[in-house]
């Protein structure tokens, strides 16, 4: 895929499984943790529809939209910034490549920033469809909040490998010092709200 190319999410579901099976990184796992964070959205948004006379859960229906909008989006992105980091990263040795390399992973990280963000705004959404969702579907309910935590794991995996890189890329007075130390910062707070999450329980 050529740089900068969008890999696009509006095609046949096998289609898209079949590119990102390719070694070509666009799509890769951050687009992957997209996907799952937006399936998680649609099993909630079916809870939802199938809770028709409950005001809140057709509110949290309608918020549950965006957030799978927004989650669509960051994957296409990080479908970009994937393709941006493997060119910068297959370019031989010269002197800009560092340079080129660090600017691509950081990012990369604010992709999975976004997804991070998004995933944590559906747990939001997830905690009032557990209260006041169709309990005949609670099992959808917890899939959609195990794929919700998926995703958010992904990302922030991602998110450590990309500042990983490039701090190994890092050269004197290259100014990346404090974007990176403020993208570490929102993983640890990902991380401790994701740990806040696992300590509670969903609904079978």
Known sequence: MATGEKPPLSMPLDAWLDRLAQPTGAP??????????????????MVTAYTPDDERAQEAGHRVLARRARALAAAEV?????????????????????????????A???????????????????????AVGNPNLAADTAVAAAAVA???????????????????HREAGDGSEEALAALA?????????????????SRP
């Open 28 to 45: 890769g796992g951050g687009a992957a943790c997209g996907v799952i964070i937006a399936m998680g959205a649609s099993l909630l948004h």
């Open 78 to 106: 990080d479908g970009i910034r994937s393709s941006e980091l493997g060119a910068a990263l297959a370019e031989p040795e010269h002197p800009g490549r560092s340079a080129r390399v660090r600017a691509a992973a950081i």
């Open 108 to 130: 990369a990280a604010g992709t999975s920033v976004e997804l991070a963000d998004v995933g944590a705004a559906l747990r939001a959404e997830l905690r009032v469809v557990e």
């Open 150 to 168: 998926a995703g958010i794991r992904g990302a922030l995996v991602n998110l450590r490998a990309d500042i990983e890189l490039a701090q190994a």
């Open 185 to 201: 910062a929102v993983g640890d707070e990902f991380e401790r709200g994701a740990g806040a999450e696992g300590a509670g329980s």
